[in-house]
């Protein structure tokens, strides 16, 4: 070999060389840049998530995960297969450096849903901050049934019951099919996607899977009617809770997703549905918005259309029949003393009358927190 070629064989073999050292230090600033979330708000669904992601999103010392509020990435174990570097680096939280002095999180209703706990567990550190947010929870089940009828989540025997009787009546029935068969009431917390409505309600049982990887200090718990009733004292415990101070810009007044619509039948709710597949996949989760932002725009506009045609106003305003209150109370009594040994406090006096929690006046109703309590949570 002559002088030149063993000159441009050097070349090559230092360009090489070059070329695996910038991947490697690529990598390695890539790894050092990664910020897992320092905080989680973990549920539950139709207890105020929407509303306080909205309220940390305006916090100047706070980040959370860019364009979607629920990165489906612990909700979904099929997607675990694509690993975490993934979830943290390309969609979610690529956007924020180690260096970053904001504090960074995630507002997920989805977190308590089975099999997340087990992996969030693993994931994450006994450092990360817990927030659990939960509501009286035979008012949750009464809303989160509304939400998912709207949505065609629930069977058609129960859509067919509420276009004929309404939703209280409706309700009491759904209830009694479910509650009422061993088979089913024994399959809500192993399949709870499929019974949303009663295992989102089971705070305890969800919240007992978190317990001994995170220490009590690092786990909150955020009660929608207090939160309701003060929201800025909910907010500063929330801030001081999470690390950061108080923001005089942040509206703490604001009302998110409180879901007060009907489908217009049960075949347009399914439809939509699909297509709102199609969105998570095309935005929240390739993010063509970025890539492809023409071709999603069309989407979009498709997808707005869709949804203003495919939803009415929900005027069906009856309230939960005093009967399906008594029976649910029973159902989630345990449940509920569960939560108060964990917060180290009663909740009769914020969910139940005391009377009605000892079992001592069960033909009363529940007693109703003051304040301003929407219809239907976020």
Not at 73 to 81: E, G, H, I, M
Not at 194 to 212: K, M, P
Not at 216 to 227: A, D, K, L, S, T
Not at 336 to 364: C, D, F, H, M
Request: net charge positive; with cysteine.
């Amino acid at each position: 070999m002559d002088d030149m070629d063993r000159m441009g064989s050097n070349a090559e073999n230092v360009e090489k060389r070059n070329k695996k050292q910038k991947k490697m230090r690529d990598k390695n600033d890539r790894r050092s840049n990664r910020r897992n979330p320092e905080f989680l708000c973990m549920g539950f669904q139709k207890c105020g998530t929407t509303t306080l992601f909205e309220i940390l999103r305006q916090h100047k010392d706070v980040v959370l995960c860019r364009d979607v509020k629920e990165p489906m990435y612990y909700r979904v174990p099929c997607l675990w297969s694509i690993g975490r570097k993934w979830y943290y680096q390309r969609r979610y939280y690529g956007h924020i450096t180690a260096e970053d002095p904001r504090r960074c999180g995630e507002v997920n209703a989805g977190l308590t849903f089975s099999g997340c706990a087990k992996k969030i567990c693993h994931d994450f550190s006994p450092d990360t901050k817990l927030i659990f947010m939960m509501r009286n929870p035979v008012d949750r089940a009464y809303s989160s049934y509304k939400y998912f009828l709207a949505r065609g989540f629930l069977p058609k025997g129960a859509v067919r019951e509420d276009q004929k009787y309404g939703h209280a009546e409706a309700f009491d029935r759904y209830v009694h099919s479910v509650l009422d068969d061993p088979k089913q009431e024994g399959r809500i917390m192993r399949q709870r996607l499929n019974y949303l409505v009663f295992s989102q309600s089971r705070y305890y049982s969800c919240i007992q899977e978190y317990l001994g990887h995170f220490p009590e200090e690092n786990i909150r718990f955020v009660f929608f009617e207090e939160f309701v009733r003060d929201e800025k004292a909910a907010c500063r415990d929330l801030f001081g809770f999470i690390g950061i101070g108080e923001d005089e810009s942040v509206d703490c007044s604001i009302r998110a997703n409180e879901g007060n619509e009907r489908a217009v039948s049960d075949a347009a709710a399914k439809k939509f549905q699909i297509i709102k597949g199609f969105h998570y996949g095309f935005y929240e989760f390739a993010a063509l918005t970025y890539w492809l932002p023409g071709a999603y725009n069309k989407f979009k506009g498709y997808y707005d259309r869709e949804r203003r045609e495919s939803f009415v106003s929900d005027g069906d305003k009856s309230a939960i029949l005093p009967q399906t209150r008594e029976y649910l109370e029973a159902y989630f009594a345990d449940e509920v003393r569960g939560i108060e040994r964990l917060s180290g406090r009663s909740l009769k006096s914020l969910w139940y009358p005391t009377e009605k929690y000892l079992g001592k006046a069960q033909n009363q109703s529940s007693e109703v927190c003051p304040g301003k309590v929407p219809e239907d949570a976020a």
